[in-house]
């Protein structure tokens, strides 16, 4: 489940740095992306979210910001740097690339020279439809992870790649990108004394971890509890109860759920679809049936869902451009 709900999350171009700074600096990013990590190769800093305490990152730790909010990355509270606003002209290759990955704010000359110097790298995430924003939903406006473990190995790598200037470059620092947020987001969700959302705990067990990957494999099959109890090989009486006792509600209800948010996605995906093209891809053989339950669901009907959703702005709708690209 977890990968069907990053899967829409993926840098692209996105890269805000590699900057290595000496203090004082201060860099506002200001397009409010739905994730924005930030992660310190050497150094330290702090993070200011908008409204909310400034917190501090340190050599090796990476924190995860979620937007629309904005936050500015400072050498120390209340320092006395000028903000540098930081959006879609801080970083994209075509605007500068290397140059600006490599110094924002550089008032002591050569940062690299003092042993004072902090490299930072963000990367900004733009998150596309409902499915991704199930995985928003379950984060904290800031979330921390500390030095160690797997997000250690993808660091080196993207310290390797920051320092050359190749073909491709983009692409390698998108997907390095990529699997620290993984790492990242995995790492958060199993810390010890965390409190994760249920499916993520649910994944894991032998039933109810089943019967997930079954509905999310195969939404349109005509799923009774009964069938997927002989799939997985128990009994139907201990699946409802595993299934409801680990994810929260009882399957059937859950697969509804993630029907409709499969469907929210592919009305605003996918425009020439009719209501009953959308209604069999989710497993309704009529458009009535399906409509009446994505009613129940959504609190709208799938027509004036699709007409808000295609009328409103990207920010409305999640289809949100990450910051340093132009829309």
Known sequence: ???????????????????????????HFVDGAPL?????????GWIVPEHRPPEPLRARETLVVRGPATFTFVDEPGTLAEPIAC??????????????????NDPGGDAGAGG??????????????????????????????GGGGTADAVLDHLAAEVTVDTPGQQAVLDRLLDWMLVCTLREWFDRPGGEPPAWWAAQRDPVAGAALRLLHAEP???WTVAALAERIGVSRSTLAKRFADLVGEPPLTYLTRWRM?????????QEAATLADVARTVGYAD???????????????????????????PAADGMLRAPGRRA
């Open 36 to 44: 924005t990590l930030c992660t310190v190769l050497t150094g330290a």
């Open 87 to 104: 959006g879609e002209h801080c970083a994209t290759p075509e605007q500068g690339g290397m140059r600006h990955r490599r110094g924002w």
């Open 261 to 269: 948010t499969l469907a929210a996605d592919l009305l605003i995906e």
């Open 287 to 313: 458009p009535f049936g399906f409509s009446a339950a994505f009613k129940r669901v959504r609190g709208v009907s799938p027509s004036a869902f699709r007409r808000t959703a295609t009328t409103a702005s």
């Open 116 to 145: 004072d110097a902090t490299t930072l790298i963000v990367g900004a995430y733009p998150v596309h439809g409902e499915i991704s924003r199930r995985l928003l939903d379950a984060l904290p406006v800031v979330l921390r992870v």
């Open 1 to 27: 489940m977890f990968s069907d709900l990053i899967r829409g999350v993926r840098a692209h171009g996105s890269l805000f740095g590699s900057s290595t700074l000496s203090p004082p600096w201060a860099l």
């Open 220 to 222: 349109a099959a005509p």
